[in-house]
């Protein structure tokens, strides 16, 4: 007889992807303990995580609490480990773009050849559809 509270497969070792509380970055994390209740812990935590399923099949799971912005997990095993790494490339690449916006706006005198080079960089890229 399974436990409807613990019957999920987020088991001591599964594999999980931590959403931030913004959505904008994944953290690899591993479940260490899994409550009556169902709720379970990630390794190295005390946050207390609550499984949902969606109808498709999937897994995922939220910060217990009342806290404003909680966290979300999603399980990562074969069926999201495509989705979940290019999310995570995704999010790298955001950031690295973001450094490079960065150093551009710290440019003060900027001269004629920068700018044609950026120029011509941007040229070769087309534009999102």
């Given at each position: 007889m399974t436990d409807s509270k613990t019957d999920h497969p987020f088991v001591p070792g599964a594999r999980v992807a931590v959403r931030d509380r913004y959505g904008d970055g994944y953290t690899?994390?591993?479940?260490d303990k899994i409550y009556k209740t169902g709720?379970?812990?990630?390794?190295?935590?005390?946050?207390?995580?609550r499984a949902y399923h969606y109808g498709?099949?999937?897994w995922s799971a939220t910060e217990t609490g009342?806290?404003?912005?909680?966290?979300?997990?999603?399980?990562?095993?074969?069926?999201?480990d495509a989705e979940i790494s290019a999310?995570?490339?995704a999010?790298?690449?955001?950031?690295?773009w973001n450094k490079i916006i960065?150093?551009?706006?710290?440019?003060?005198?900027?001269?004629?050849?920068?700018?044609?080079?950026?120029?011509?960089?941007?040229?070769?890229?087309?534009?999102?559809?």
């Open positions: 690899e994390g591993f479940v709720h379970f812990v990630l390794r190295g935590e005390t946050q207390r995580w498709d099949g999937r009342s806290n404003y912005s909680r966290r979300r997990l999603d399980l990562w095993d074969e069926t999201t999310k995570i490339e999010t790298k690449a955001k950031q690295r960065a150093k551009i706006e710290r440019v003060r005198e900027p001269t004629t050849a920068l700018c044609d080079a950026v120029e011509a960089t941007l040229a070769t890229i087309e534009p999102p559809k």
